[in-house]
């Protein structure tokens, strides 16, 4: 009898299972949110619930290390093969050296052996038997290609060499934070040698500019170019330049350097080359890298309180495709049709066809941050068009199927471009001048972020600056400012303005 069934042609009983049903469907798709602590609560906190939720990485028995899951990897290797294909357009060649290093070998040049040695893991034994000398697992590679190079290298026709190697490193650091700071972590090491100081200085800066610009362009990551302080640079070089960015929570973060050498590493190793003139001259080197924080950084400048935010050019996936009422005739067919044709035009797509509600699909992407939902249903079957999601600023936009693959193309570029401007306008929102020590203080407890200052270039100002406010120089940047003709600090003479703050 009709008059036993209840709304859409069930009884009462059905109707009473079917609103439970949806309710805990309801509070299930909120649960995967819900579970992370706002930024505004605590950004540690956030930052460790959204790299664990989303899946990129996870904890082990190492104390200090971590696992790469399959998405957290898969962002280092878009990241690594995008990057290498920078270097090898600018003549670099990559090459791989042991992960062990003798102690002597390590010594032999004194700045930089002190410089590491509290971060140095030591191989004593082999097997069961103690070693002659003991080896350190590689916490950077200069004294091993040192070594190389000083065979490898005799005449100004072996010159330059310019190359890189992409491995991992152990430093034992005492505080540790996943991607950020690991006691093992992934990178790579350029390392050059060059026949004058002028061909060492020109490569030194040629990595960092292209650091930059990758950063920018692949990574929407605006950051500050300039060179360290004598106090913050690399252990044994000359100069060292660095890009700095900015993160959510105001604070910097280091992103990539480069290093010259000059030829003290040379002199040390006793690397010469016979010139044309027949007269043996020191070669001139760099060093240069970048790591896997720079995963770290891309969380903490884009992510929101939903879970990760990626830039397209480095999205594992790029295009999910969720299927509405996936039961019904056509409709994962269809899902799967869209896929194809994107995949056609290059996009990294995938159809969730799992038996998770809609909403608990739309939550769990968002968490893990991909650029773009593509929503097809029975209706849009019908209708000729589908429904895309933007994970960057969460609008829907209806688009014809038959327009799908332009407007898929153009979202995806106007995201990353997007992506990029909101991260500079945040960063220039949060760049400051202070011209007094209680000024440069107050910013850095009331609004943290960059603080642009005047210093005269001595240590003790720099030391007094980090004591008393925590806060370290990020870089004395290559477009200088003159912002007073006084140090922040001392008021004496200033020479340089440099970005002050404090870092991750």
Same mark, same amino acid.
């Given at each position: 009898?009709?008059?036993?069934?209840?709304?859409?042609?069930?009884?009462?009983?059905?109707?009473? +299972?079917?609103?439970?049903? !949806?309710?805990?469907?309801?509070?299930?798709?909120?649960?995967?949110?819900?579970?992370?602590? %706002?930024?505004?609560?605590?950004?540690?906190?956030?930052?460790?619930?959204?790299?664990?939720?989303?899946?990129?990485?996870?904890?082990?028995?190492?104390?200090?290390?971590?696992?790469?899951?399959?998405?957290?990897?898969?962002?280092?290797?878009?990241?690594?093969?995008?990057?290498?294909? @920078?270097?090898?357009?600018?003549?670099?060649?990559?090459?791989?050296?042991?992960?062990?290093?003798?102690?002597?070998?390590?010594?032999?040049?004194?700045?930089?052996?002190?410089?590491?040695?509290?971060?140095?893991?030591?191989?004593?034994?082999?097997?069961?038997?103690?070693?002659?000398?003991?080896?350190?697992? =590689?916490?950077?590679? +200069?004294?091993?290609? *040192?070594?190389?190079?000083?065979?490898?290298?005799?005449?100004?026709?072996?010159?330059?060499?310019?190359? !890189?190697?992409?491995?991992?490193?152990?430093?034992?650091?005492?505080?540790? =934070?996943?991607?950020?700071?690991?006691?093992?972590?992934?990178?790579?090491?350029?390392?050059?040698?060059?026949?004058?100081?002028?061909?060492?200085?020109?490569?030194?800066?040629?990595?960092?500019?292209?650091?930059?610009?990758? *950063?920018? +362009?692949?990574?929407?990551?605006?950051?500050?170019?300039?060179?360290?302080?004598?106090?913050?640079?690399?252990?044994?070089?000359?100069?060292?330049?660095?890009?700095?960015?900015?993160?959510?929570?105001?604070?910097?973060?280091?992103?990539?350097?480069?290093?010259?050498?000059?030829?003290?590493?040379?002199?040390?190793?006793?690397?010469?080359?016979?010139?044309?003139?027949?007269?043996?001259?020191? &070669?001139?080197?760099?060093?240069?890298?970048?790591?896997?924080?720079?995963?770290?950084? #891309?969380?903490?400048?884009?992510?929101?309180?939903?879970?990760?935010?990626?830039?397209?050019?480095?999205?594992?996936?790029?295009?999910?495709?969720?299927?509405?009422?996936?039961?019904?005739?056509?409709?994962?067919?269809?899902?799967?049709?869209?896929?194809?044709?994107?995949?056609?035009?290059?996009? =990294? &797509?995938?159809?969730?066809? %799992?038996?998770?509600?809609?909403?608990?699909?739309?939550?769990?992407?968002?968490?893990?941050?991909?650029?773009? @939902?593509?929503?097809?249903?029975?209706?849009?079957?019908?209708?000729?068009?589908?429904?895309?999601?933007?994970?960057?600023?969460?609008?829907?936009?209806?688009?014809?199927?038959?327009?799908?693959?332009?407007?898929?193309?153009?979202?995806?570029?106007?995201?990353?471009?997007?992506?990029?401007?909101?991260?500079?306008?945040?960063?220039?929102?949060?760049?400051?001048?202070?011209?007094?020590?209680?000024? #440069?203080?107050?910013?850095?407890?009331?609004?943290?972020?960059?603080?642009?200052?005047?210093?005269?270039? *001595?240590?003790?100002? +720099?030391?007094?600056?980090?004591?008393?406010? %925590?806060?370290?120089? @990020?870089?004395?940047?290559?477009?200088?400012?003159?912002?007073?003709?006084?140090?922040?600090?001392?008021?004496?003479?200033?020479?340089?303005? &440099?970005?002050?703050?404090?870092?991750?």
């Amino acid at each position: 009898m009709p008059g036993d069934f209840g709304r859409g042609g069930l009884r009462p009983a059905e109707q009473v +299972e079917k609103y439970r049903k !949806n309710r805990e469907r309801t509070m299930a798709d909120k649960k995967l949110v819900e579970s992370i602590t %706002s930024m505004e609560e605590d950004f540690a906190q956030w930052y460790t619930d959204v790299v664990k939720k989303a899946e990129l990485m996870d904890y082990t028995s190492v104390k200090g290390c971590m696992v790469f899951k399959p998405a957290g990897y898969a962002i280092w290797e878009l990241i690594q093969r995008q990057m290498d294909d @920078r270097f090898k357009a600018t003549g670099v060649e990559n090459v791989y050296l042991p992960m062990f290093i003798p102690e002597s070998l390590l010594e032999k040049e004194k700045d930089h052996v002190e410089g590491f040695a509290p971060e140095v893991a030591w191989v004593t034994h082999g097997g069961l038997n103690p070693l002659a000398e003991r080896m350190c697992v =590689r916490p950077t590679s +200069e004294t091993l290609f *040192c070594d190389f190079y000083k065979n490898d290298i005799q005449s100004y026709r072996d010159l330059p060499k310019v190359y !890189n190697q992409w491995c991992s490193v152990v430093r034992w650091e005492k505080e540790t =934070r996943p991607f950020l700071r690991s006691r093992e972590f992934l990178w790579q090491e350029g390392h050059t040698a060059h026949a004058t100081a002028e061909e060492a200085k020109e490569r030194t800066i040629q990595m960092l500019n292209l650091y930059a610009q990758f *950063c920018e +362009e692949v990574l929407a990551i605006p950051v500050i170019k300039g060179q360290k302080t004598d106090k913050e640079k690399f252990a044994g070089a000359q100069e060292t330049y660095t890009i700095e960015a900015l993160m959510h929570d105001g604070k910097a973060l280091q992103s990539g350097t480069s290093h010259n050498f000059g030829d003290g590493f040379a002199k040390a190793f006793g690397i010469q080359y016979a010139a044309k003139d027949n007269t043996l001259k020191y &070669v001139h080197q760099t060093s240069w890298g970048t790591t896997t924080r720079l995963i770290g950084a #891309m969380i903490m400048v884009h992510g929101d309180n939903s879970g990760l935010v990626l830039p397209p050019k480095v999205a594992p996936v790029q295009v999910m495709v969720i299927p509405i009422q996936q039961k019904k005739e056509g409709v994962l067919d269809k899902a799967y049709e869209l896929k194809e044709r994107l995949i056609k035009i290059g996009a =990294r &797509v995938k159809v969730d066809d %799992s038996d998770k509600s809609p909403g608990w699909k739309f939550s769990e992407q968002e968490m893990r941050g991909i650029p773009l @939902r593509v929503e097809i249903g029975p209706k849009d079957i019908e209708a000729g068009k589908c429904v895309i999601g933007r994970r960057d600023n969460g609008e829907k936009i209806e688009c014809a199927l038959d327009e799908l693959e332009t407007k898929i193309s153009e979202l995806l570029e106007t995201i990353q471009k997007d992506m990029l401007e909101r991260a500079r306008a945040h960063r220039d929102a949060h760049t400051y001048v202070a011209k007094s020590v209680s000024e #440069m203080k107050k910013i850095l407890d009331e609004t943290p972020g960059f603080v642009k200052a005047m210093w005269c270039g *001595c240590r003790e100002c +720099e030391d007094k600056i980090k004591e008393e406010m %925590s806060a370290t120089s @990020r870089c004395i940047p290559f477009e200088q400012e003159q912002i007073s003709d006084t140090c922040v600090c001392c008021g004496k003479p200033a020479t340089k303005m &440099v970005y002050w703050g404090r870092a991750y």
